[in-house]
């Protein structure tokens, strides 16, 4: 059994697949021996015509490749609808939570943004979509903050292309005094 498997688990609930998945919850050593390796992979999510209108509304993104199918299919290169990008980026928020290692200390994070950010194919309605997480870069700042770097893939269920690639980073709030 590797260390991985015997860290305590968080629960996270995927409404679209219906379980609960266990997330591992790690010390900051721990963590640390985990850059450069991939930390895993996600669930499959489904990007569906419901989601990418309810997106589009939100966002004032209703441009006809996205919200009209009948017009997508005659005019769009793409056979239909696809998905915003903002959608599909703004999926890795709950692909983290359903895979990621939290920290034991973990009291909060923080988006800092992207170093890299390319959308490489589009998602047609339909599609699920699932992320990749590798764990590039793991930098202490002071007694209570960590910023971190992920490699992040966006892979098209049944498709060879990534839908996109991303370096996300974000600052991890801890509480390292309490473990003393």
Same mark, same amino acid.
């Given at each position: ?6 860290? #305590?688990?968080? !629960? +996270? %609930?995927?409404?679209?697949? =219906? ?7 790690? @010390? $900051?050593?721990? &963590? ?36 009209? #199918?009948?017009? !997508? +299919? %005659?005019?769009?290169?793409? =056979? ?7 959608? @599909? $980026?703004?999926? &890795? ?88």
């Amino acid at each position: 059994m590797t260390s991985q498997q015997q860290q #305590p688990l968080e !629960a +996270a %609930a995927d409404p679209d697949e =219906g379980v609960v998945h266990q997330v591992p919850v790690v @010390t $900051l050593e721990e &963590l640390k021996a985990m850059v450069g390796t991939m930390v895993g992979r996600s669930p499959w999510i489904l990007v569906d015509q419901e989601r990418i209108d309810a997106f589009g509304k939100v966002t004032e993104d209703e441009q006809f490749i996205h919200t009209d #199918p009948v017009r !997508a +299919a %005659a005019e769009a290169p793409f =056979g239909g609808t696809i998905a915003q990008g903002f959608l @599909t $980026l703004s999926l &890795l928020v709950r692909m983290a939570e359903l895979t990621v290692p939290v920290l034991d200390a973990q009291t909060a994070v923080i988006n800092v943004g992207f170093d890299k950010l390319r959308f490489l194919s589009p998602v047609k309605a339909g599609s699920r979509v699932r992320g990749r997480f590798t764990l590039a870069e793991l930098t202490q700042r002071g007694s209570n903050q960590l910023h971190v770097r992920y490699s992040v893939t966006v892979e098209i269920e049944g498709e060879e292309r990534a839908a996109m690639v991303a370096h996300w980073l974000s600052m991890a709030l801890v509480d390292l005094e309490s473990l003393t």
